[in-house]
T-cell receptor
Framework: KNQVEQSPQSLIILEGKNCTLQ??????????LRWYKQDTGRGPVSLTI?????NTKSNGRYTATLDADTKQSSLHITASQLSDSASYIC???????????FGAGTTVTVRA | DGGITQSPKYLFRKEGQNVTLSCEQN?????MYWYRQDPGQGLRLIYY???????QKGDIAEGYSVSREKKESFPLTVTSAQKNPTAFYLC?????????????FGPGTRLTVL
């Protein structure tokens, strides 16, 4: 069964600090992995996408890494801002039918 | 929210009622999707449509129905057969090749059963 597990479930950080979110997956065969940001009550918005051959991708203060051998990914948020408070969802696509498997998300709260 | 609109934003349903959630996109995308989001769980696929006049069941289609009469519209009906419909519903669309499977999401509809 294709699964995506994220940790931690939630975290609280002070404004200006860094944090790292984890994603482990069992999706096979692998096509790509995407991190989405979802503000409360809104739809998810894509932050980064990585294919098998890519092991790092940045989008401003967001940096995603991928280790396709261990089937792990991380999302690093640098110099957090209050606007980073959101749920971050790891999404993996398989190359058979390109359906998406979603993690449950990590809720990040940034406090002043 | 990338050219995808959902309405209404909030919807309340009484027991035994059918309700329809609207999803419209102006991205000229062929594929459209409906997901359900519950607290502490990942998004789950209800129905999807790869092209006009065609759609397939997802992982949790029971109690739901859809139509795809126009490319830009993909309404979802939550029927009285859906026993636990209270959730956040997200519509998405995808264009281009499926390799990157870039899905763009609408703002969502929160459905509450009274």
């Amino acid at each position: 069964k294709n699964q995506v597990e994220q940790s931690p479930q939630s975290l609280i950080i002070l404004e200006g600090k860094n944090c790292t979110l984890q994603c482990n997956y069992t999706v096979s065969p692998f096509s790509n992995l995407r991190w989405y940001k979802q503000d409360t009550g809104r739809g998810p918005v894509s932050l980064t996408i990585m294919t098998f051959s890519e092991n790092t991708k940045s989008n401003g203060r967001y940096t995603a890494t991928l280790d396709a051998d261990t089937k792990q990914s991380s999302l690093h948020i640098t110099a957090s801002q209050l606007s980073d408070s959101a749920s971050y969802i790891c999404v993996v696509s398989n190359s058979n039918d390109y359906k998406l498997s979603f993690g449950a998300g990590t809720t990040v709260t940034v406090r002043a | 929210d990338g050219g995808i609109t959902q309405s209404p934003k909030y919807l309340f349903r009484k027991e035994g009622q059918n309700v329809t959630l609207s999803c419209e996109q102006n991205l000229n995308h062929d594929a459209m999707y409906w997901y359900r989001q519950d607290p502490g769980q990942g998004l789950r696929l209800i129905y999807y449509s790869q092209i006009v006049n065609d759609f397939q069941k997802g992982d949790i289609a029971e109690g739901y129905s859809v139509s795809r009469e126009k490319k830009e519209s993909f309404p979802l009906t939550v029927t009285s057969a859906q026993k636990n419909p209270t959730a956040f519903y997200l519509c998405a669309s995808r264009g281009g090749t499926p390799t990157y499977n870039e899905q763009f999401f609408g703002p969502g509809t929160r459905l509450t059963v009274l």
